[in-house]
């Protein structure tokens, strides 16, 4: 069965530093997500990606945060200037094209703690 | 009011039981709706998604209420692999996907 793969598993960086996460969504997949989760907290929407742009984003969103896809499978976060706040899980989702769009039906990856320290 | 709104639980339920988990809805422009389970420290994973006619998939039944903006899960004869937090998540007139805070099932033996 296709999946979402995310890397790495555990991302453990410096207040100040940049990081990138990194997502394999599946292959036939069309439109592109990220999601974080701060622990023992909800689900938060970041950011849509959708024809090598971004659809919708959300507040957290903000010029800190960037995506990116440089090739055909991968897809990208990346956080500048991390800050203890931005310690989360963060998930990429995938979810295939329909006639009218994206199906919305997400298949998330197992995704990426980040730690801030 | 918030955007979606779910009893946190936890629900503790005995195997065999049936189980119903509400949640509730601000944006009346609202499209999309699921269901998602997420294990602990897991990712969330797609339960199934829920149409204006209701659904069912197995043991599962998911039923739409636009005029009370209100969505429902039923899980019948709950086996102790139910146990899990529950998502409801809306999709609203913009491509943003909004999660509940998500409720706690405990399946007890």
């Known amino acids: 069965e296709p999946e979402v793969t995310q890397t790495p598993s555990h991302q453990v960086t410096q207040m100040g530093q940049e990081v990138i996460l990194r997502c394999v969504p599946i292959?036939?997949?069309?439109?592109f997500y990220w999601y974080r989760q701060i622990l023992g907290q909800k689900v938060e929407f970041l950011v849509s990606?959708?024809?090598?742009?971004?659809?919708?984003k959300s507040e957290i969103f903000d010029d800190q945060f960037s995506v990116e896809r440089p090739d055909g499978s991968n897809f990208t976060l990346k956080i500048r200037s991390t800050k203890l706040e931005d310690s989360a899980m963060y998930f990429c989702?995938?979810?295939?094209?329909?006639?009218?769009?994206?199906?919305?039906?997400?298949?998330f990856g197992p995704g990426t703690r980040l730690t801030v320290t | 009011r918030k955007e979606v709104e779910q009893d946190p639980g936890p629900f503790n339920v005995p195997e065999g039981a049936t189980v119903a988990f509400n949640c509730t809805y601000s944006?009346?422009?609202?499209?999309?709706f699921f269901w998602y389970r997420q294990d602990c420290r897991k990712e969330p994973k797609l339960l199934m998604s829920v149409y204006s006619s209701g659904n069912e998939d197995g043991r599962f039944t998911a039923q739409l209420n636009r005029a009370s903006q209100y969505i429902s899960l039923l899980i019948r004869d709950s086996k102790l692999s139910d146990s899990a937090t529950y998502l409801c998540?809306?999709?609203?007139?913009?491509?943003?996907?909004?999660f509940g805070k998500g409720t706690r099932l405990h399946i007890l033996p």
């Open positions: 944006n009346s422009a609202s499209q999309s």
């Open positions: 989702a995938s979810s295939e094209p329909t006639y009218s769009g994206s199906s919305y039906e997400q298949y």
């Open positions: 292959s036939n997949h069309l439109y």
């Open positions: 998540v809306v999709k609203g007139g913009d491509d943003k996907i909004i």
């Open positions: 990606f959708y024809n090598n742009e971004i659809s919708e």
